[in-house]
């Protein structure tokens, strides 16, 4: 009789088959879920690495001695990052032809006047001199700041975009010269000067004053958003919260377990 009891009570104390199978199964989810949250977490150290570097390269660029527009072309042709390079170019503006690309600046709304620069050899860089009011996008509104002759300008190079940046942002509109992102080959075209005779890149003006005040220059954003530290640290808190909720969940069905409830 002792011994049929205590055979009872040991098959009491083992794990049931379903039991061992739940274990198992949440031991493995666990793994795989600990797996990517700690990958995501890394991830975004490595971005967080890449960032701090191309903002210290950005800082660096825009406080280095202007490069000659030959430089510039020359590091675009052999796939040298241009981007916020300084650069000095002397050209003659043809302010008939000017682009509007809208923007906001300081809180308000209107343009950044993208007006092409014609160099020596008859190609025309476009320059994006400033920002306008919305109500100021008619040249004829600010004669003043329309240069005339020969102008040196100091400001950054910015590479041309290949692509719409997103699905959100609204299709320019040619017609009503509106541009809502920065597409040269529509600037040009809009503007009648052929692809041939176009810079591959921007310039963005600095903030040497023009007369009447209008353009406004140096209106180059360089808010790069860096978050990715806040991200990692959530992940890996993430993962080390899911540690605990398993090993407590486990702890207890390993008790459960072993006094047979």
Request: glycine share 10%.
């Amino acid at each position: 009789m002792h011994v049929r009891v205590r055979s009872i009570v040991a098959d009491a104390r083992k794990p049931a088959p379903g039991g061992r199978r739940r274990f198992l199964t949440t031991l493995v989810l666990a793994g795989l879920a600990f797996a990517v949250l700690i990958g995501l977490g890394t991830w975004q150290m490595q971005r967080l690495e890449w960032k701090e570097g191309l903002i210290a390269a950005i800082a660096e660029r825009r406080a280095a001695p202007p490069l000659s527009l030959g430089e510039i072309e020359a590091m675009a042709e052999e796939g040298t990052d241009i981007d916020y390079r300084a650069v000095g170019i002397t050209g003659v503006f043809d302010h008939g032809r000017e682009r509007h690309f809208f923007a906001t600046h300081q809180g308000r709304t209107g343009y950044y006047v993208f007006t092409p620069l014609m160099l020596r050899d008859a190609r025309a860089l476009f320059v994006n001199r400033g920002f306008v009011p919305f109500e100021k996008k008619d040249a004829s509104t600010r004669p003043e700041g329309q240069l005339s002759g020969t102008v040196t300008i100091t400001g950054l190079a910015r590479p041309k975009l290949a692509e719409k940046p997103s699905s959100l942002v609204p299709d320019n509109d040619i017609a009503k010269n509106i541009f809502y992102w920065k597409d040269l080959d529509a600037m040009a075209t809009s503007a009648g000067i052929t692809a041939d005779h176009v810079l591959p890149f921007f310039v963005d003006a600095d903030a040497s004053q023009n007369p009447g005040g209008l353009p406004i220059g140096g209106v180059t954003q360089f808010d790069l958003p860096n978050n990715h530290l806040q991200y990692a640290l959530t992940w890996y808190g993430l993962a080390a919260a899911l540690v605990g909720v398993t090993g407590a969940f486990l702890y207890r069905q390993n008790r459960g377990s072993r006094t047979g409830h």
